[in-house]
């Protein structure tokens, strides 16, 4: 389709009212310039097809810019720049904190969110969590945490899960821990195989790290978690241990938002590893970037390290 034919046609949806209310009055005549300028469309022509008068579009093309345009402008170019920086797959909640941070100020995020409409600008959608049969538990817990994901301090409220991935024609285990306090990932394992060594070599990784810590520790219902072996490692360093009700995955949200972000952002998009060393370091990198640079805003627009550096501070 010519870009004159392309014209004509939004210009009937703009006559019909379909697209009056999301499309602005400066995109009509951001259209007009374009098209005479390129190809020479006579303005008069232009205008009558827009609906719009003449003097309005020689009023707006003579007209300064306000300093509110002119940041718009610059807004929009840096959205881009991170849009494609992250491959696309962060929405405009992410990206304000981001431009927070660039411009050191708040941006509303309704102008962040109609910026990135603008500019044609959306998220890649989240893939839906695959269901897994269930396992008849040696030992199960009360669960205490009762959705409170709510933390005071470092190290007081742990959840912890497993989750898969596949390489090539094999698959692979991530066990991590989570900390509720700042979100960030206090230690995790890459496992060719799903055991209980798997989940008893995280714990491990995570007392090494934090060392005296005596954390509620919430999981679902996994038969690692529900081994009479987890229990007593659990009882014999000191954690009190919760679990999810069974099949409420929501009981578990923060450890399962953080997988879904990892797959999304990651393992989703890039895609096709086929060793195992090539996952794992795609794992590692991007709990690095996650622990280190991704910024959240129930952390005030700090990424997890930076926000636990502030209660180490205050402690």
Known sequence: MKSGECFLKKAEGFRKGESLNRVRQENKYIVIKELNEEDNFPIILLCEVAGVTRSAYYKWLDKKKTDLEVENEQIMEDLILLYNGFKGVYGYRVLKLYLDRIYQKKINHKRVHRLMKVAGLKSITRRKKKRYGKSKPEHIAENILKRNFKADKVNEKWVTDITEFKYGNKKAYL??????????????????????????????KALIKSPGATPLLHSDRGFQY??????????????????????????????????????????????????????????????????????????????????????????
């Open 175 to 204: 066990s991590a821990i989570l900390d509720l306090y700042d979100n960030s990932i206090v230690s995790y394992v890459v496992s060719h195989s799903n055991n209980n060594q798997l989940v008893f070599q995280t714990l491990d």
């Open 226 to 315: 529900t081994s009479n072996g987890f229990k007593q490692k659990i009882k014999a360093a000191n954690i009190t241990q919760s679990m999810s009700r069974a099949g409420n995955c929501l009981d578990n949200a923060p450890i399962e938002s953080f997988f879904g972000k990892l797959k999304v952002e990651k393992y989703y998009l890039e895609g096709n590893y086929q060793t195992f060393k090539e996952l794992k370091d795609a794992i590692d990198e991007y709990i690095h970037f996650y622990n280190h640079t991704r910024l959240q805003k129930k952390l005030s627009g700090l990424s997890p390290i930076e926000y636990r550096y502030q209660y180490q501070l205050t402690a």
